[in-house]
């Protein structure tokens, strides 16, 4: 199985900034990126739905034999990953829930943190828990910023409109003066600036690209299936037409991707 | 035939504008609605994908014995009309394309006419297509506003926010100075003010649930489907869980929807 490929499973582009830090640190794996285009976004829709269409997808990448998969969608890892473990017992199965509270908890061991996700990961409490597993004593605030997601995907991450949307969520946060700001929705980090501008100074923005591509290498390294060799490559897979997905990815991914390796499949 | 539910589709909760203006034109009649909850929004979605889906979700109302189909959602108007006329061929199927084309050319019989839509809308061209088919003279203007439908489901229909995303989309238009401007997407109507006071003075902004209701009349009176007598009702389909359905709807129909009255179905 070394040589199989690490499976990522996101509902749609967002995921692209967990397999850009995964691929920076693993350069000798392989990667099958599966984003469920046609049902996005999951942060709006309930968690057993957002459940039952990660089950399905997980199938996906499992049935073309990944060797570990990521669950890069942060309202997924949030609602669905006892579902998804207890679906693929045979794989590691890594969420970015935990490794983003990890990063948190370094980040500012006293608190208190904010959270900032979608609506579905606020309100299953996710990161709370996670961050309380880890320093019970720590204060936790959570907001949900569901106009973030569309913002990054029309490629409007900086300018008036993103930082007037951005003090509009976080002028309660920030006069709670967090040491700490989780971006919980893989789609924060495209606007890292106006969030960074509208929380003010001393305030740690982390987000779990880059903890959650450490826990995949740990994970790989103690069971020996860190990959030795072989010439590395990058799939897609989209439930919708690839072109806005091709179009989209960019932002996310940091360069294009060409719409002829993106495979359209059908999860239904 | 006759006490038939009017069976009304849409991708999830902006089609009760639609649902608004039937029930008030025609109070006798009773609503079957579905909203796809579970796969919103359509507006993103390849044309394929929303036909695909528009064809299964009036595969279920169709199954309830409705006697007439309106599409109140206008990304499913604009690309899958045919394939519902086709899949649904013994009764009548009503889009709000047609209908909104019609209330714009009234409206504005020289033109310029302005539509805002959704991006698959947009890019489909349903709208400058059934504009040219009642006036080929007239000029159309089309822009997307896809930040339109999380601002008005998060109910931000007016303050600074919604004031700001209405100048980024119709800076441009309003200096082509239309004499009409089409409120391409049933999520619209909610951010009238905010989308009138970014166009200035002089432009009718028209939208397609009202002569949407009068075609259905028109239509129930032609087939003599009209009907005289029995108790009124509303009920609602959802392909996600009821509760978020029945807090956004408030801000579409203008009254609160029992969660109760909410019944979840699976379409896949």
């Not at 929380?199 to 779990?208: F, K």
Request: aromatic letters at 4%.
């Amino acid at each position: 199985m070394k040589d199989a490929a690490i499976g990522i499973f996101d509902s749609g582009v967002g995921g692209l900034t967990v397999l850009r830090a995964l691929a920076e640190r693993l350069p000798g794996e392989s990667f099958l990126y599966l984003g469920d285009t046609a049902r996005l976004p999951y942060g709006t829709k309930s968690a057993e739905t957002v459940s039952r269409y990660a089950v399905q997808a997980a199938a996906a990448l499992v049935k073309r034999r990944v060797k570990l998969l990521v669950i890069a969608c942060n309202t997924a890892s949030a609602v669905a990953l006892p579902a998804l473990q207890a679906a693929f017992a045979d794989i590691p199965v890594i969420g970015v829930v935990a490794p983003g509270a990890q990063a948190a908890v370094e980040a500012a061991p006293d608190g208190p943190i904010a959270v900032i996700a979608t609506e579905g990961t606020v309100r299953g409490g996710a990161y709370a828990r996670a961050i309380h597993a880890r320093a019970p004593h720590i204060e936790v605030l959570q907001q949900a910023c569901p106009l973030f997601v569309p913002l990054a995907e029309e490629g409007l991450t900086d300018g008036d409109l993103a930082a007037a949307v951005a003090r509009h969520y976080l002028e309660q946060m920030r006069k709670a003066a967090p040491k700490c700001l989780v971006l919980g929705c893989t789609h924060f980090p495209a606007l890292k600036a106006v969030i960074a501008s509208a929380m003010g100074p001393g305030v740690a923005l982390v987000d779990s690209a880059a903890t959650t591509a450490m826990a995949v290498e740990r994970q790989l390294k103690s069971s020996g299936a860190l990959r030795d060799g072989g010439a590395p490559a990058i799939q897609f897979l989209v439930t919708d037409a690839p072109d806005r997905f091709a179009r989209v990815s960019r932002i996310f991914l940091g360069a294009p991707v060409d719409p002829g390796a993106v495979e359209p499949i059908d999860l239904q």
